[in-house]
């Protein structure tokens, strides 16, 4: 339900055009009521909570100084844009936000024309704004702006410093804005860097700079490599002074900063003085995640996304949980503690999430055999392959969606040599809020085509620790195990620790009329619905777990091969390329003359809101399944 507060000025403001008629002086006010409202609003609809708050000045200052939206502004990691989306013109929809058909969970150009590129993963934003900023220059569009906002971990990501490296060697007057939220506290370094930082800001400075360079250039002085060489030994002398050197001038990117990224004033300065530079450049800025709620500053990682909290005393309001089976990230980080402390070789791996995927548990105990490698996928995938082809086994957990920027790591630097690393990948299937750049989809599709992979589904927490154990024997290869966000349905989840064959299914249920193949935890809900369809027909439903994606399980399949004309499977992933065409592709090829009817996601992007919802919208829930097995046992007549 829309709860709405009144905002002397934030009531005003439909567009960044709004905005910028103010005078400068009442921007912070404006900070505090943007702030004031998104802690508000998240107390009661949760989000993404510390970011937001930390980019409110930076987000009030880029809108006010440039003429978005024919201006770009590139946001990276999206979860920092709340203050961005009510600015444009979203206002008074923000308390449907990551809700079934309301705002978007990150920006999203379908959603606003101010939101230039989708942004649910992190690291995208410098190479997407190279690429507008060189759009720009092509279609001689001088005016235009063009500001990549990236930070908040994000820059550890290899593509972002692949867009550095572009960035440096092509034509571009891009601006790079880094939000620096790590709260280290700096040296003191005195007056000379403010004087440098002043001197290199300055209006003045940078025209005498401008003419120099053109008069030299007209005169046949100033070649591109000459030009390049006095950037060098310009670095070189402010690196001197500073006491200080950085990868962005080391790549001819002018470097600014760092400044205070609170104080709304000094930014706007700023950037009003170099955004008509020419050439490549960064403004590194420092900010507090959470900035303006205190528990949120003390606990940067606790309020990423509390969830619903008391706004006034800060206090998190969390569902009972007494009696519920576990969160299944819970068993594996468990569980992963326990195999670690029977096996030495075990590490674990995890890129910015350690406590997302409960790795932190055994971090907390064994902090040197845990590894968080920050965003960085494809980094953890292949240093997992480095630790394991000298002896180590690596537990490396990356949620599924993040799973598809390491592709290629997977494929050449752990499945062509056999290497014993184990990839779990947590939030499998559908996520809920977090939306189509977070679900779980492809997974399924794009490991089992790879040859020399294990692809492992648990259906429930015994499932996951059975193969977890499995996983970690000698000689075991390449193993994935994926499973779902959110929580099992076992309260009595610990069980022995013991191997499961590989490649071998189970048949949960005998029948002689028609035979439902599920895979993993939705395999529950197809148990519900067969015994419901059992007790209103007069059928025999054989249920089958197939446990394994790769390699499969062709005893089993050739027996209900050999058995049923009539089969049903199903899975929470893409229908393409998924289980069931894996089912389709081993029935065809030995020659069963069988029809089989398949559930799954079909071929388009699932949107935003609760996993209860978007099942159903996906037809994966109980009674979707209930009605396609009535389909089938009515067809058997």
């Not at 107390?43 to 880029?62: D, K, M, Q, W």
């Not at 950037?231 to 990868?247: A, C, G, T």
């Not at 962005?248 to 008509?276: A, C, Q, W």
């Not at 927490?461 to 499973?483: C, N, S, W």
Request: proline content about 4%; hydrophobic content about 35%; glycine content about 8%.
């Amino acid at each position: 339900m829309e709860h709405k507060a009144s905002y002397k000025f934030l009531d005003n403001i439909d567009s960044p055009e709004d905005l910028r008629k103010l005078p400068i002086e009442d921007l912070p006010e404006v900070c505090k009521e943007l702030r004031e409202m998104i802690i508000d609003e998240l107390s009661r609809n949760p989000g993404h909570f510390g970011s937001s708050l930390g980019v409110i000045e930076l987000t009030v200052a880029l809108h006010y100084t440039f003429r978005t939206p024919y201006d770009r502004i590139v946001w990276d990691v999206g979860h920092q844009a709340y203050a961005h989306k009510i600015l444009t013109g979203r206002r008074d929809k923000f308390f449907t936000n990551r809700k079934l058909n309301g705002l978007a969970p990150f920006p999203t150009p379908s959603e606003s024309e101010y939101d230039t590129f989708t942004c649910g993963h992190a690291s995208n934003s410098i190479s997407a704004a190279l690429g507008m900023a060189v759009s720009a220059s092509i279609k001689k569009e001088t005016n235009r702006h063009i500001v990549a906002v990236i930070g908040d971990g994000s820059m550890s990501g290899g593509l972002a410093f692949e867009g550095l490296n572009n960035a440096s060697a092509t034509p571009n007057n891009l601006l790079i804005i880094l939000n620096d939220n790590n709260m280290a506290i700096d040296r003191s370094v005195g007056g000379m860097k403010q004087y440098l930082l002043n001197l290199h800001t300055s209006e003045g400075y940078n025209r005498f700079r401008n003419t120099m360079s053109k008069q030299m250039a007209r005169w046949g002085l100033l070649t591109d490599e000459r030009k390049n060489a006095i950037i060098r030994f310009n670095n070189s002398l402010k690196s001197l002074l500073m006491q200080q050197q950085n990868i962005f001038e080391g790549l001819n990117i002018r470097y600014f900063g760092p400044i205070d990224g609170h104080d709304t004033m000094s930014m706007i300065k700023v950037l009003n003085e170099i955004k008509d530079m020419s050439g490549p450049k960064l403004l590194h800025i420092h900010t507090i995640k959470g900035k303006g709620y205190k528990p949120a500053e003390e606990c940067a990682t606790e309020w990423h996304a509390p969830g619903k909290f008391d706004k006034t005393t800060g206090e998190k309001i969390k569902p009972a949980t007494e009696g519920l089976p576990p969160l299944f990230q819970d068993v594996f980080g468990n569980t992963l503690l326990e195999l670690a402390q029977q096996n030495d070789k075990i590490v674990g791996v995890t890129p910015a999430m350690p406590t997302g995927c409960s790795m932190n548990i055994m971090m907390k105990e064994m902090p040197h055999r845990v590894f968080d490698v920050g965003i960085a996928e494809g980094h953890a995938v292949t240093f997992s392959g480095g630790m394991a082809k000298d002896g180590l086994t690596p537990f490396c957990n990356i949620y599924s969606t993040f799973m598809q920027r390491a592709y290629d790591n997977v494929i050449h630097d752990v499945a062509i040599q056999k290497l014993n690393v184990i990839m779990c990948l947590d939030r499998a299937g559908l996520v809920g809020e977090d939306g189509a750049t977070h679900h779980g989809m492809f997974d399924i599709a794009y490991m089992r085509i790879i040859p020399n992979l294990t692809v492992s589904v648990p259906m429930d927490e015994h499932e996951l620790r059975k193969l977890m154990y499995t996983a970690q024997l000698p000689d075991m290869g390449p193993f994935v195990i994926r499973y779902p966000r959110g929580r099992g349905v076992l309260t009595d989840w610990r069980c022995n620790l013991e191997a499961i064959p590989v490649g071998k299914g189970r048949m949960l249920k005998d029948g002689k009329d028609l035979a439902v193949i599920s895979l993993g935890p939705i395999g529950y809900k197809a148990k519900k619905s067969i015994e419901r369809v059992e007790s209103e027909k007069n059928v025999s439903i054989a249920h089958y777990d197939l446990r394994f994606v790769k390699p499969l399980d062709y005893e089993m399949l050739d027996s209900i091969g050999k058995r049923f004309k009539k089969i049903l499977t199903i899975e929470d992933g893409v229908l393409a390329g998924g289980v069931g065409s894996a089912v389709m592709e081993f029935m065809s090829d030995n020659g069963y003359d069988v029809s089989i009817k398949r559930i799954g996601i079909k071929d388009n992007f699932v949107q935003h809101g609760s996993v209860d919802e978007l099942y159903k919208i996906c037809g994966l829930d109980e009674d979707s399944i209930y009605s396609s097995i009535i389909q089938l046992t009515n067809s058997l007549k």
